[in-house]
């Protein structure tokens, strides 16, 4: 008399059904890791924006900004000669599944250093000369130096046109980074639900106008 699973089923179609599944669940996580993660480049954006892009995927408007970044940190890499200890590193927490770049790490007596070279125009060069460093890229480099286990950074502007520069040191502040944890739990939790956060403005004013997703958010 036969006994055990082979009067249910056959040993190869069990195999099958069970590579099937292994195959769904590991491309069902791919998709899951790719529209849900949130960049450290974004954190400074509309909630509503970002859960816009993790469903979306559009590409990103600024590629030709990041594409002349690529040979910007190359050069300071370059000028920082010994002490450069890492280029273009990939960061990430899979607890808040963020994820950002590093774009040059630094030791100088025992200490790291995070650096995030910006290219920039002349136009926004001047506003930062007359007004400091824009917060969105603040927020990077601080969330980029906790991804990265530092509590030290350095911002450097490049003007793209005269190659002047200009400095800014940023330290990592706890509060800052649980402000920001919290709201990459919270969008978590809206992807999870299928929903989307209020829109934190009261109209389809400026920085509206400058979003990918304007359309669709306010239609």
């Not at 009067?7 to 529209?35: H, M, Q, W, Y």
């Not at 599944?97 to 250093?113: A, F, H, Q, T, Y």
């Not at 930062?128 to 906790?146: Q, Y």
Request: a neutral charge.
């Amino acid at each position: 008399m036969k006994t055990g699973i082979s009067n249910i089923v056959s040993k190869s179609e069990l195999s099958n059904d069970i590579k099937n599944i292994i195959n769904s669940e590991v491309e069902r996580l791919d998709k899951c890791l790719a529209t849900t993660t949130y960049d450290t480049s974004e954190i400074s954006n509309c909630p509503r924006c970002m859960i816009y892009k993790s469903i979306k995927m559009k590409n990103n408007c600024f590629a030709v900004d990041k594409y002349h970044n690529k040979f910007v940190i190359e050069k300071w890499a370059n000028l920082m000669g010994y002490y450069v200890i890492e280029t273009n590193m990939v960061l990430f927490d899979c607890n808040y599944n963020m994820v950002g770049n590093g774009d040059i790490m630094l030791e100088v007596d025992n200490s790291k250093i995070l650096l995030k070279i910006q290219s920039v125009n002349k136009k926004d060069f001047n506003r930062i000369l007359t007004k400091g460093a824009f917060k969105k890229h603040v927020l990077e480099l601080m969330a980029n130096e906790w991804l990265a286990e530092v509590d030290s950074g350095l911002l450097i502007y490049e003007n793209r046109d005269d190659f002047k520069f200009e400095i800014f040191q940023v330290h990592l502040f706890v509060h800052i980074i649980e402000s920001i944890k919290k709201k990459c739990k919270d969008l978590m939790n809206y992807n999870i639900k299928g929903d989307l956060p209020d829109r934190p403005y009261k109209d389809n004013g400026k920085e509206c106008q400058n979003c990918n997703y304007n359309k669709e958010c306010w239609s």
